[in-house]
């Protein structure tokens, strides 16, 4: 696939940008999370779950969430318990080691797992020993296939050199750290000193131990960031030299995320200076060698997922960005989702609730969503402008067996002020091609082919971040 070119003109995009910078999903999933509904419980995720039109060769991925934190992080948006109490994680292995023995006793046909991945909260909150454990009652109950990619969240701050020994031990291949900036005044703000040196060595450890491949988080759109300051970071950041990146807008989304109404807003930058702090940091990426992966990721041209993009079987997934086509995902731990081929079910969000769920039923579904037809159709359609930033007539009529052009004609009249712009180029029988420019707008395509997005937005009621 050629690269788009990401040599763009910050007075155009500053021209264009009070047009495109609304709220709107990041698309996830298809249907978005606030059209599931709360009918869709336990009984439905369990018959689900049974289901036997599936291949065994197939793959699985399996996900879990562990909640909790040592202290906040005053940006965060995530489902986290802020506690220093270690008896709550005792607690939690035991809840979720009932979880994790309903869904395998629900699962009908058997699956290697081929992706493993742990996320939160800190996971590294967990003792060494008490990751061992939660690993070793995941892997029992749902096998790893050889070479499968296992991945942790870690917080640098509180991940030593036993939690190292002990995650490669088990089978972690792959680890991802959250940094965010490396600015004194920032991380004041934020709440959340990490020194650079901490950093830097827990890569090397993590290198040294076999890890094959290291990720950093970083955050755009901070309190105080200035491109300048963030240019430092990026000096520090490229110096480490990752295997991957992911580059997040701070949503400032303060019905889900409290704690954000600590910050003053005139401390954040103002809409233009995030842009050129977002496209600095880019140019910088790209011209250290990094490929633009979609929508905020990043990696090196001999990474997984530099190669899935290539071969266009580049997916996403809550997880974020994939190598794993078409495969089932079962979620663990409050607030997890599972992403079935025919459903999405999402647990309890809050701990007690989960553990009392789980104690009760073996399950935590609280809401859910059956795809229709239509929905398995858009989410294959939003699926490629996202993973692949285009959208072929040719695959479409393949596999919908109907030109793509017919299909959506009213979406693709639509996009003419998107075309206008600049975003994208449609062909003549409808096919898409996001530009560089359009690959940063790559939500407002998406939102064109949302069939649920009208009647969501005649609420008024905040749901989603700002696209940019
Ligand atoms: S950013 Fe990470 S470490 Fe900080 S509160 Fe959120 S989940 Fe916890």
């Given at each position: ?215 950093f988080d970083l ?169 692949l930033g285009e ?65 969501q937005q005649k ?10």
């Amino acid at each position: 696939m050629s690269e788009p070119s990401f040599d763009l003109d910050l007075e155009q995009v500053e021209e264009i940008l009070p047009r495109y910078a609304i709220e709107g999903p990041r698309y996830t999933s298809y249907p978005t999370a606030p059209v599931w509904k709360q009918s869709y419980g336990v009984a439905e995720f369990r018959h689900e779950l049974g289901r036997e039109d599936i291949d065994p060769a197939d793959g699985l991925s399996v996900y879990v969430h562990v909640p909790f934190c040592r202290s906040l992080c005053h940006y965060c948006a995530c489902n986290k318990v802020i506690t220093q109490k270690t008896e709550l994680a005792a607690r939690y292995l035991d809840v979720i080691e009932r979880e994790i023995e309903t869904v395998r006793e629900a699962v009908r046909v058997p699956r290697l797992v081929t992706q493993h991945h742990w996320g939160g909260g800190t996971p590294t909150y967990l003792e060494p020993e008490q990751l061992t454990r939660l690993f070793r009652m995941v892997s029992a109950a749902f096998p790893l296939a050889e070479a499968a990619e296992v991945s942790i969240e870690v917080d640098p701050r509180v991940t030593t050199s036993e939690h190292i020994a002990a995650l490669r031990e088990s089978g972690f291949n792959r680890i991802s750290m959250g940094v965010q900036d490396f600015d004194p005044k920032v991380q004041e703000a934020v709440h959340r000193i990490q020194p650079v040196d901490e950093t830097a060595a827990l890569v090397d450890e993590s290198r040294a131990a076999g890890f094959k491949s290291v990720n950093f988080d970083l955050i755009y759109g901070l309190p105080y960031q200035t491109v300048e300051s963030f240019d430092r970071t990026l000096d520090t950041v490229l110096e480490i030299s990752p295997d991957r990146l992911a580059l997040y807008s701070y949503a400032h989304v303060t019905w889900v995320a409290k704690q954000q109404r600590g910050f003053e807003r005139k401390d954040l930058p103002p809409a233009d200076l995030k842009l050129r702090i977002m496209l600095h940091a880019i140019r910088r990426f790209l011209d250290a060698g990094y490929r633009f992966i979609g929508l905020d990721h990043f990696a090196k041209p001999d990474d997984e997922l530099s190669q899935a993009l290539e071969a266009r079987t580049l997916r996403r997934n809550f997880m974020g960005h994939t190598t794993q086509a078409g495969v089932d995902l079962l979620g663990f731990g409050p607030s997890a989702i599972s992403e079935l081929r025919g459903s999405y079910a999402q647990n309890q969000r809050e701990l007690g609730a989960w553990q009392a769920a789980v104690q009760d039923q073996g399950l935590a579904t609280l809401r859910g969503h059956s795809l229709s037809e239509d929905d398995l159709e858009r989410r294959w359609l939003i699926g490629r402008l996202m993973c692949l930033g285009e959208l072929r007539a040719e695959d479409y009529a393949k596999r919908f067996g109907r030109p793509f052009g017919d299909a959506y004609s009213a979406e693709l009249s639509r996009l003419d002020a998107m075309v206008a712009d600049g975003l994208v180029i449609r062909s003549a029988d409808g096919t898409l091609r996001m530009t560089g420019l359009g690959r940063l707008f790559v939500r407002n395509v998406a939102m064109v082919f949302d069939a649920y997005l009208p009647e969501q937005q005649k609420t008024g009621q905040p749901m989603f971040s700002k696209t940019v």
